[in-house]
């Protein structure tokens, strides 16, 4: 069975972002059995020509299209991937009669919308990496679609107009795809000669309570964890082959805390030589014993997921930690020599203009002329949310779950329109 790989992503704001995810679910699709191509579409001068050629070229069996977002969650200057990801999918349709299935953290959120949307024939949610070689051997072996929401978990199609959805399974983490082999399937010399970072995992799943946010959704409410061993043993073989720059991509890095720690315990242990990074630090988890061995570990940089400096708003977003925490962080990082960015969110619940200066105050205190501070304005209100409910009592939001693949966004009434 021919597989082709889809890697939709072609934002490169603020740089291009390696498809982690499609490699991944590439790599175990492999192991399964299944001869499997992937055409990465973010440099491509033509991707309507690319996919054709691919298609003409690979004549697959089934194609897969990873989406990693619908837009960019910019309030001030937003930009669409929907309208893209649409007419990807005609163009795909245009020249096979082959199964499209979607994937990616994107599809998990909004299933339903994006197959009516795109006219894709399945979604897969979830771990790609399991959910994936499962469906493929399903729909190889003659599966027709109550066939496949029989025996394949975690995947979502529509039949005479109707949404219907597989059970839930929670796949075990696999270390055989914790780093899949980048070279062999994308052209990794420019995704370095732009920036770009190596991303990795230390873990899955997301236990906390923000308002707005959908890791919940896309992957479970408790941690499923690497061992901490085979995290950094995959650091130095990626630093090993040249690939030095590499990020941290877990929702939150420092949660469990004594997992972080013995990551870098582990990595200081046995210098890698890379260079390590994270913008996911959460506040309440942030002390002088972490940084310290997160820079003996190789780290060059840190991110804070801040949000606010109110402790009215931080309650209103969910967030499980107040300014207390976000001082005794500051002061720590402030003896660190690891340059940090702060990450800053104007306009959530509760917020008005008293509350976005103390947010001014406590980053004019904190951010060092060697960090960087981001404000966001706006947040972006996906379904099924705590702060998609607050919107529609607000009367902030009044599109319906179908209309929101096009972007809303919630901004404090409390804040005016100035």
């Not at 990873?66 to 937003?78: A, E, F, I, P, Y």
């Not at 970072?197 to 923000?210: E, H, L």
């Not at 994270?278 to 002088?288: C, K, Q, S, W, Y």
Request: net charge negative; hydrophobic share 40%.
């Amino acid at each position: 069975m021919n597989v082709l790989i889809v890697a939709s992503n072609r934002s490169r704001h603020p740089v291009p972002v390696i498809p982690f995810g499609a490699c991944m679910v590439a790599q175990s699709a492999e192991k399964a059995g299944f001869r499997v191509n992937v055409l990465d579409l973010m440099f491509e001068p033509s991707p309507r020509a690319a996919v054709q050629c691919a298609l003409n070229e690979g004549k697959p069996d089934a194609v897969g299209i990873s989406v990693r977002n619908l837009d960019n969650n910019d309030m001030q200057d937003t930009v669409e991937h929907v309208t893209e990801l649409a007419s990807l999918t005609r163009e795909i349709r245009r020249h096979t009669d082959s199964p499209i299935i979607l994937g990616g953290p994107a599809v998990g959120v909004m299933p339903e919308e994006l197959l009516r949307s795109t006219g894709a024939d399945i979604a897969a949610l979830g771990d790609g990496e399991g959910v994936f070689p499962m469906l493929l051997e399903t729909m190889g072996n003659g599966g027709r679609c109550e066939q496949v929401l029989q025996q394949v978990p975690n995947i979502a199609l529509i039949e005479d107009d109707i949404f219907k959805i597989s059970s839930h399974f929670t796949f075990q983490l696999s270390t055989d795809f914790m780093v899949p082999q980048f070279q062999k399937w994308i052209d990794m010399k420019k995704y370095i000669s732009n920036f770009a970072t190596v991303p990795i995992q230390s873990k899955r799943g997301c236990p906390f309570d923000c308002i707005y946010c959908t890791y919940g959704i896309s992957e479970g409410r408790d941690y499923r964890l690497f061992p901490p061993e085979e995290v950094a043993d995959s650091v130095r073989r990626l630093s090993a082959s040249g690939l030095r720059d590499i990020e941290f991509v877990d929702n939150v890095f420092n949660s469990p805390y004594d997992h972080a720690m013995a990551i870098c315990e582990d990595l200081a242990s046995a210098p890698s030589g890379a260079r390590l990074q994270t913008i996911e630090l959460n506040p309440a988890f942030i002390d002088h014993d972490l940084l310290f061995a997160m820079h003996r570990a190789g780290f060059v940089g840190v991110g804070v997921t801040a949000e606010s400096a109110s402790d009215h708003v931080l309650d209103n977003l969910g967030k499980g930690y107040s300014v207390d925490h976000l001082r005794r962080a500051s002061d720590a990082i402030r003896s660190n020599p690891v340059p940090c960015f702060w990450l800053f969110l104007i306009g959530g619940p509760g917020e008005t203009r008293e509350t976005v200066s103390e947010t001014i105050r406590f980053a004019e205190h904190a951010v060092r002329p060697m960090d960087v501070a981001f404000f966001n304005v706006g947040i972006r209100i996906y379904p099924g949310t705590p702060l998609a409910r607050i919107a529609r009592a607000e009367g902030v939001l009044t599109a319906s779950p179908q209309e929101m693949l096009l972007p809303a966004f919630y901004f404090s009434p409390g804040l005016g329109h100035g």
